[in-house]
């Protein structure tokens, strides 16, 4: 199995209390650490500007300003957003940016795309919110500029939502046709969601990875209609590698991963989230797959692993102030899945 690791950016009040100046050194550290070790094969963000459970003055550092910082900090771990949104940035402009990112990362970016949901942040920021059938009709024709733009150099389309003409990518990335040795389709998509009518189509014609459901009958559920939609526009489904996203609460005892839940807890408590809502976080924390001590996770793992998800992307909702749930996960859960 492999792992990646979400770094801390504030959008989930993951960094309350850390003076903004120190914010920044916070996260390139975790960012190193990874890039430093073998577990993680990868860090990932965000792409929200806005803070959950609710809107706050609290910090939200921006997805791909982040992953430019991220490619210059680190060399080794391959760099990516879960997910980008792709209404929020025209995509030829995206495409463009996702390009000079993954030069200066020497070809380690990963492009995560999806339709976006979090409307609050959409109108605030003046985008409208369009029905969840334009969103999609967005994602659909964006993917198809960027695989031009990375593939061919430009790209041109006179689509319903998205206009462009002769837009030029130079320098493309690295990965792709003008890199020899690498994919042809350019920096490896990631398509997420699990719409079963649109979204998973446009993941069997287009994504590398598909990011799903994590728990054992969604992500069956789901991967059995991905299937039927690669069948239907004949694409090999053991070409898409499926993956899921996690969080993960872990501790030595029954009684550490309390401690971990109850700080979680305490996080958005500072961050000025209603009490209601703090207990409500913990409990549906709680109840998650990648919740208890090693070796309950280790098992999780395992039976997800046997039905063929292969990815995990992880998220530590206490990193940036506490190291030691990442440390127990790379010693004791990570060696008995890798490989």
């Not at 991220?70 to 209404?87: E, I």
């Not at 993954?102 to 979090?118: F, H, K, L, N, P």
Request: glycine letters at 12%; one cysteine or more.
């Amino acid at each position: 199995m492999r792992f990646g690791m979400f770094v801390p950016q504030g959008w989930r009040m993951d960094l309350v209390g850390i003076e903004p100046a120190q914010q920044w050194e916070a996260m390139v550290n975790l960012a190193k650490h990874a890039d430093d070790g073998d577990v993680f094969e990868s860090i990932w963000v965000y792409d929200h500007f806005h803070t959950v459970p609710q809107p706050s003055d609290e910090a939200t550092h921006e997805a791909w300003t982040l992953m430019a910082g991220f490619a210059a900090a680190t060399s080794r771990v391959r760099l990516g957003q879960m997910c980008t949104c792709m209404a929020y940035r025209n995509p030829a402009y995206l495409a463009k940016v996702a390009a000079t990112v993954d030069v200066i990362s020497g070809g380690r970016t990963e492009m995560g795309i999806g339709a976006g949901w979090y409307e609050h942040e959409w109108r605030a920021y003046g985008y409208g919110f369009p029905k969840a059938g334009d969103r999609l009709g967005m994602l659909r024709e964006g993917v198809q500029v960027f695989r031009d733009m990375w593939t061919k150099g430009s790209a041109t389309l006179d689509g319903t939502y998205y206009q462009v003409d002769g837009a030029l990518c130079a320098p493309r990335p690295l990965q792709g046709t003008s890199h020899p040795g690498s994919a042809d389709n350019g920096i490896p998509m990631w398509i997420a969601g699990g719409g079963e009518k649109v979204t998973l189509k446009i993941v069997a014609q287009y994504a590398d990875y598909a990011n799903i459901d994590g728990t054992p009958h969604g992500f069956d559920h789901k991967s059995k209609i991905l299937e039927g939609h690669c069948k239907d526009v004949g694409r090999d489904f053991d070409s898409i590698v499926r993956s899921a996203n996690y969080n993960v609460v872990i501790g030595e005892t029954e009684a550490d991963v309390e401690d971990r839940l109850a700080f979680n807890g305490e996080l958005l408590r500072r961050g000025g989230v209603p009490e209601n809502k703090v207990a409500e976080h913990v409990e549906n924390l709680r109840k998650q797959p990648a919740v208890g001590t090693p070796e309950q996770i280790v098992e999780v793992f395992k039976d997800m692993k046997a039905r063929g998800m292969t990815y995990a992307i992880t998220y530590f909702g206490e990193a940036a102030y506490d190291r030691s749930g990442i440390e127990l996960f790379e010693e004791e859960v990570a060696p008995e899945l890798k490989g």
